[in-house]
Nanobody, 122 residues
Framework: QVQLVESGGGLVQAGGSLRLSCVAS????????LGWFRQAPGQEREFVATIAWTTRYVDSVKGRFTISRDNAKNTVYLHMNSLKPEDTGRYYCAAAYDIAVIRTTQGSYAYWGQGTQVTVSS
């Protein structure tokens, strides 16, 4: 069983930066693929980024967001630069066993955090 706890959200002006963190509890963290999703009010939860044996991003954040992990700290990060109002939403961390698989859909992840709110003002 893996538990995920996100932090680092907040209110930021457009053009600003935030770093989200997600700390995982449980064994074999380095064997898990990890992802970030977000959900804006009234919208579906959408894929943002994933890190497994490689990384992948949704087109709208390419060049602005970077996903990284620190296996020694059981932590995955989402570095967000040049934030835009449309990046506003609740950001969720997700995990699934097997780092060999690239996952971009919600259903492919077994474990989820409670989320952290990101609000970008114009």
């Amino acid at each position: 069983q893996v538990q995920l706890v996100e932090s680092g959200g907040g209110l930021v002006q457009a053009g600003g930066s935030l770093r989200l963190s997600c700390v995982a509890s449980g064994p074999a963290f380095s064997n898990y693929g990890l992802g970030w999703f977000r959900q804006a009010p009234g919208q579906e939860r959408e894929f943002v980024a994933t890190i497994a044996w490689t990384t992948r991003y949704v087109d709208s954040v390419k060049g602005r967001f970077t996903i990284s992990r620190d296996n020694a700290k059981n932590t995955v990060y989402l570095h967000m630069n040049s934030l835009k109002p449309e990046d506003t939403g609740r950001y969720y961390c997700a995990a699934a066993y097997d780092i060999a698989v690239i996952r971009t859909t919600q259903g492919s992840y077994a474990y989820w955090g409670q989320g952290t709110q990101v609000t970008v003002s114009s």
